[in-house]
């Protein structure tokens, strides 16, 4: 696996983050994956695209930066730095955002398998 793939399959993911892209992110995001939100909650799919379909999460500013990436097989482990403005159920998010995503390639498709935020400022 080549590290320009994964860097791609960010700004791909990232796009259709802040552009509340639904079909992109049912392609992308794995149907099993599990990911950890800075309250320490764990969510699914399911529940991520439901914050996106419902217009609860609304990003208006999405920055990324610090970017590492680590190929591991048929994996790469993303470590990167998200500076966010946007609303969750109309409460205010602005921070940066500390990230890791793994993708894992299935059939030639690459797609988020496991995820995890922390708060940095």
């Known amino acids: 696996m080549e590290k320009d ?9 990232l796009t259709a983050i802040k552009n509340a892209d639904v079909s992109v992110l049912e392609r992308i995001l794995h149907d099993d994956l599990l990911f950890n939100l800075p309250t ?6 399911e529940f991520d695209l439901n914050s996106y379909r419902s217009g609860k999460m609304k990003v208006d500013s999405l ?4 970017q590492i990436i680590n190929i591991i097989g ?6 990167v730095s998200v500076s ?3 609303t969750y159920d109309n409460n205010p998010i602005n ?5 890791i995503r793994v993708w894992k390639q299935f059939d030639g498709n690459l797609k988020v398998i496991a995820g995890s935020c922390v708060q940095l400022a």
């Open 5 to 13: 793939l994964i860097v791609n399959a960010e700004i791909e993911l």
């Open 84 to 86: 966010l403005k946007g």
């Open 40 to 45: 320490g909650e764990t969510i699914t799919k």
């Open 74 to 79: 048929d994996a790469a482990v993303v470590a």
């Open 95 to 99: 921070g940066v955002l500390k990230y």
């Open 63 to 66: 920055e990324a930066s610090d």
